[in-house]
């Protein structure tokens, strides 16, 4: 396989961390590829050609090309070996993937008001609003549900979900909001995953940060 993966260059995307972390949890070689988003690269460049919604993330394989992160995921699952990104179970698979895409279609004002910034450039951001702390409760309400008394997973082993999902709960745990001590340590253990922790690490590189 040849697979490049397009990303942002600011590595801010949480979608973009997603699908970099399936990568690497698969165990596959890729070239990533940041993109000037800013600039409008994705516009103009490679990405223009590639990408029918000029969205990153992107994932090249060969002459296939497809974005979205939970495409990209379940294209990988479906076509690779190497340890899963979903549960085995079909019934948890689709859990798995129902909380993929809640993640990404609710909680607007949160991810808003709590935008990537504050988890990887440590951004003290203002209070929440009214509809951004309804929105936070109903991310705590939801993850207490999901995520089985004293369990380190959402499904016994790790899923690309744990990572959608702490990452979700990182908004929170570093602008200093309440979250309840047991998803704090489910979420920050989640983040120190190896693949989570190289892409810290490149955002850093790319800043200039020591």
């Not at 800013?38 to 050609?49: D, E, F, P």
Request: a neutral charge.
């Amino acid at each position: 396989m040849s697979l490049t993966l397009y990303i942002d260059s600011n590595y801010l995307s949480p979608y973009a961390l997603s699908a970099f972390v399936a990568l690497r949890e698969k165990g596959l070689a890729f070239t990533p590829v940041p993109v000037d988003l800013q600039a409008g690269a994705h516009r103009t460049g490679a990405m223009s050609v590639l990408s029918a919604t000029l969205r990153v993330p992107t994932l090249s394989d060969g002459e296939f090309h497809l974005s979205e992160s939970s495409a990209i995921a379940e294209y990988l699952e479906d076509t690779c070996p190497g340890p899963r990104l979903y549960p085995a179970d079909p019934k948890q698979r689709a859990k798995a993937r129902e909380i993929q895409a809640w993640i990404r279609s609710d909680l607007l004002p949160l991810r808003m008001e709590r935008s990537t910034e504050v988890v990887f450039r440590e951004v003290t951001p203002p209070p929440l609003s009214d509809a951004a702390q309804a929105a936070a409760d109903k991310l705590l309400r939801a993850a207490e549900r999901l995520l089985p008394p004293g369990a380190a997973h959402l499904f016994g082993e790790w899923c690309v979900a744990d990572t959608d999902l702490a990452l979700m709960l990182q908004r929170l745990l570093r602008a200093g909001d309440k979250v309840p001590e047991r998803l704090a340590v489910y979420a920050n253990a989640q983040w120190q995953r190896a693949a989570v922790q190289e892409w810290v690490a490149l955002g850093r590189k790319s800043r200039g940060d020591q």
